[in-house]
């Protein structure tokens, strides 16, 4: 009796262990192309369609191999296996595939850039270039523990102070996008570490129902145009819970020229969030034709960012209803290399300056060389506490293009803490002067329509230069609501708290 319960409990092992075995060498015959089969999972390892994996050999046609397989095969997950590095020039997502880098598994860019021949706005060749692309997706899921490295350094030129300079290009500029997927839905971005792009590096262009979420993405401080996640077109996303630096902005939503077809961007939800950049950290245009709606950005950090919140509406597109809420922002002074002047908030509506640059036929309507703005209307601060070398800004080239802005529980620190000249405002890209002269008040308000602030606060730093002055000045702002504002001028012998030039 005790010898037939002992072969009882051995037989189950040992058919469980022959099946370990059986489904090994399954997946080692059908490496020539058929995927394994894990918990129901299609899986296509890489390396089976070729990959070599040495970080010098370009794999970018076996991983193009793995992708084509997969949907072919109605779907499954791509697999860039741990302990590699895969050196890879341009290659397409599919639809129904998950592609999967493993924790310890990089994809590096080719950093030859002739390989890179697909512009990443059409027929505008002057704005870089697609490395991994994907047009009309479903159901992509880009995931895993690894990371996509986008080699950006390779395609930079001198090393400057606090950037790189820029490479001349005649017609092609071929510094590569990191990722560009057009017309997609259902898109999962969940996990992976971006590095290192030449250019914007999560571009998303007409794609609806999409979540991004516990990413890290590490871009070069220095490198122009390096953009975190740029939402162009979009619908009803949600990104969550991510860590990022960037040279150029962290998050940014617009609706640009090239890609007018997929219609208006909204519904984005942004959350838990932590962002650095030598530019604006969260950026709502320029480039908008279309409208930007219906956007809430709430619980996120900006540390140590050339302009903390922007809208920056330079074209006729309109942006409305948006909330930024629980937020602490740090700004400070940078070159004039990049955009921005320590403004931990700003909101403007100004036409872009006239076409008489190379690019003017992608910044107007077709066939004209100069624009108009749209407004910018019902956006609400609530529950954010800024330290910063410059004020609050709001203004517009008329005082009907921004109305309705409610600063609620907005508190401001100021403080001179580099050596980069203050007293300025950055209306770039505008039809106006660019860089304006103005003093540093905590909020500067020139030319809106309806601005109410209550319960919020200005403070003065311990180093406060002689253009630092009002905790509030205002021009041409007609109906202007203040409501329990705390804190004086800096310098109340001198200059009043509040400075209103139009009293309406």
């Not at 894990?38 to 040495?54: M, P, T, Y």
């Not at 890879?88 to 997502?93: C, E, N, V």
């Not at 969030?273 to 034709?289: D, F, L, P, W």
């Not at 080239?397 to 409610?406: L, V």
Request: glycine fraction near 10%; charge should be negative.
């Amino acid at each position: 009796m005790h010898n037939s319960l002992l072969l009882f409990l051995l037989v189950p092992c040992l058919f469980l262990t022959s099946c370990k075995v059986d489904q090994h060498n399954t997946t080692l015959a059908e490496a020539t192309g058929n995927a394994a089969n894990l918990q129901g999972q299609k899986l296509f390892n890489i390396k089976d369609f070729g990959a070599v994996g040495n970080g010098k050999t370009d794999d970018a046609k076996a991983i193009q191999r793995a992708i084509d397989a997969c949907s072919a095969a109605g779907g499954g997950r791509v697999v860039i296996p741990a302990g590699s590095t895969f050196m890879a020039g341009p290659f397409d997502l599919k639809s129904f595939v998950e592609f999967h880098v493993e924790a310890g598994a990089k994809v590096l860019a080719n950093g030859d850039e002739n390989v890179y021949t697909k512009s990443a706005f059409r027929d505008n060749k002057g704005e870089g270039t697609i490395w991994i692309g994907g047009e009309n997706l479903e159901q992509v899921t880009i995931s895993g523990g690894g990371s996509i490295d986008g080699n950006g350094i390779s395609f930079m030129g001198a090393e400057l102070e606090d950037s790189y300079e820029l490479k001349p290009f005649d017609v092609v500029d071929p510094r590569p996008h990191l990722l560009t997927i057009v017309g997609g839905k259902s898109l999962r971005i969940r996990g992976v570490t971006f590095l290192n792009s030449a250019y914007w590096t999560i571009h998303l262009v007409g794609c609806d129902d999409v979540a991004i979420s516990d990413i890290t993405l590490l871009n070069s401080l220095k490198v122009r145009n390096s953009d975190g996640i740029d939402l162009d077109h979009c619908k009803n996303v949600r990104i969550s819970n991510s860590y990022i630096e960037s040279g150029d902005d962290c998050i940014c939503l617009k609706n640009r020229r090239e890609y007018e077809e997929f219609g208006v961007c909204e519904n984005i939800t942004v959350t838990g969030c932590t962002m650095t950049s030598r530019s604006c950290a969260i950026k709502i245009g320029s480039e908008n034709m279309d409208t930007i709606r219906n956007v809430v950005f709430n619980n996120c950090i900006i540390r140590s960012s050339n302009r903390g919140v922007g809208i920056q509406n330079r074209d006729e597109g309109v942006v409305s209803d948006v909330i930024f809420s629980n937020m602490l922002i740090e700004g400070k002074l940078f070159s004039d290399v990049w955009w921005g002047k320590a403004e931990p908030i700003y909101v403007t509506a100004y036409r872009r300056a006239k076409g008489d640059h190379k690019d003017a036929g992608w910044r107007f309507p077709k066939g004209q060389r100069e624009g108009r703005v749209g407004e910018v209307k019902n956006i609400y601060f609530s529950n954010i506490k800024c330290q910063s070398e410059n004020g609050i800004y709001v203004s517009g080239e008329s005082a009907d293009k921004i109305s309705n802005i409610f600063f609620d529980q907005v508190d401001i620190t100021i403080n001179k803490i580099t050596a980069h000249a203050g007293g300025v405002y950055d209306r770039r890209p505008s039809d106006v002067e660019g860089m304006v002269q103005g003093r540093t008040s905590g909020f500067y308000f020139d030319k809106a329509t309806g601005i109410t602030v209550r319960n919020s606060s200005v403070t003065w730093g311990t180093n406060v230069p002689a253009y630092f002055a009002h905790a509030l000045e205002a021009h041409d702002v007609s109906t202007l609501k203040i409501t329990d504002l705390e804190g004086d001028s800096a310098f109340p012998e001198k200059m009043k708290a509040i400075q209103n030039y139009t009293l309406k």
